[in-house]
């Protein structure tokens, strides 16, 4: 998880305009005399949310230039003179936030944000800031550059969503099936852009003593036969018995998935109509586990009923999101 900022400067007022910087912005500030720019860049790259560069463009440039890796992973990067007169975004200025970043700079400069995004510049609709502003992921960023390119020609882009979108849809946008993005947790199989949301909850059963690596191989499993796309599980739930299951606790934080646990009794109140197992019962007290506990956890319905493999069992159930048609900064 990238966090904070961080700043380098190569003068004396430039290091002067970084420390008010670090003091409004939070972060760290390369210290003079201190390991060489290349050395600080590769080693904050992968780190921060964002770089700032106090001076010339070129000498930012050359300093991320070994590091840049695309639009979805590499972090805000914006370099400002020493006067703070000009705020420039270098790198990932949507995804990253660096048009945004730039706009707060220059506002405690009272410089100017020099902005060239194209959708930026026209107020047109921008994908990638939807996506981030309504927690979206992006499944393919490379196919931004096509639905930016309908938008600046002019052209309608078609949005496909299963979900109510609130607000007043932007203009040159339609909300149509198929479309040239699709927010889906499903695989897909087209070329339209899809957004995957976090909406679904993760219910898990296994066998005493199962490890996280039976657990992982089930999982990959369950998805491919499902078609359901990892990137949409946010959280996970299981029966309290199982609450000091290595392999599951494993799993879950390999996964990078929040895990509860409910009581028999809990689990047992979920509403709805569940797929029972006498003798799951007799084990633990509940005729189910991963179809109740997913519910619980998530709030939702139960959207893909028990898969069983290995003495592991999931369950998945779906929040539905509150999406809006907001974008732009702000």
Request: proline share 4%; net charge neutral; with cysteine.
């Amino acid at each position: 998880m990238r966090e904070g900022f961080a700043y380098s400067a190569f003068t004396e007022r430039g290091q002067a305009l970084a420390q008010k910087l670090c003091a409004s912005l939070g972060g760290q500030v390369r210290g003079e005399g201190g390991v060489s720019l290349a050395d600080w860049t590769a080693e904050q790259f992968p780190l921060r949310a964002g770089l700032v560069f106090i001076g010339a463009a070129g000498i930012a440039v050359r300093a991320i230039a070994p590091h840049v890796l695309s639009k979805a992973a590499d972090p805000a990067v914006v370099c400002v003179d020493e006067r703070g007169e000009y705020v420039i975004p270098l790198l990932s200025g949507h995804l990253g936030g660096a048009n945004e970043l730039a706009r707060q700079i220059a506002a405690l400069t009272g410089g100017v944000a020099v902005i060239t995004t194209a959708t930026d510049i026209n107020g047109l609709f921008a994908v990638d800031l939807w996506a981030k502003r309504q927690n979206l992921l992006l499944l393919q960023p490379e196919r931004i550059r096509t639905v930016s390119a309908k938008i600046l020609r002019g052209e309608t882009v078609a949005v496909d969503c299963p979900w109510p979108i609130s607000g007043e849809r932007p203009e040159g946008v339609t909300l149509t099936a198929p479309g040239d993005v699709a927010v889906d947790y499903r695989r897909r199989t087209d070329a339209a852009l899809q957004l995957v949301p976090r909406v679904l909850s993760l219910g898990i059963g296994c066998r005493r003593g199962t490890t996280a690596e039976q657990l992982e191989t089930a999982f990959e499993a369950f998805c491919f036969e499902r078609g359901i796309l990892p990137q949409a599980i946010r959280n996970a739930a299981s029966i309290t018995v199982k609450a000091d299951e290595q392999g599951l606790l494993d799993f879950c934080r390999n996964r990078n998935l929040p895990v509860s646990f409910y009581s028999a009794a809990r689990l047992q109140s979920a509403p709805g109509t569940y797929t029972a197992s006498a003798f799951v019962e007799s084990q633990v007290g509940v005729d189910n586990v991963c179809e109740r506990a997913a519910v619980l956890v998530s709030g939702g319905v139960l959207v893909e009923e028990k898969f069983a493999r290995d003495g592991v069992t999931f369950a998945l159930a779906l929040r539905a999101p509150m999406l809006d048609w907001r974008w732009r900064h702000g």
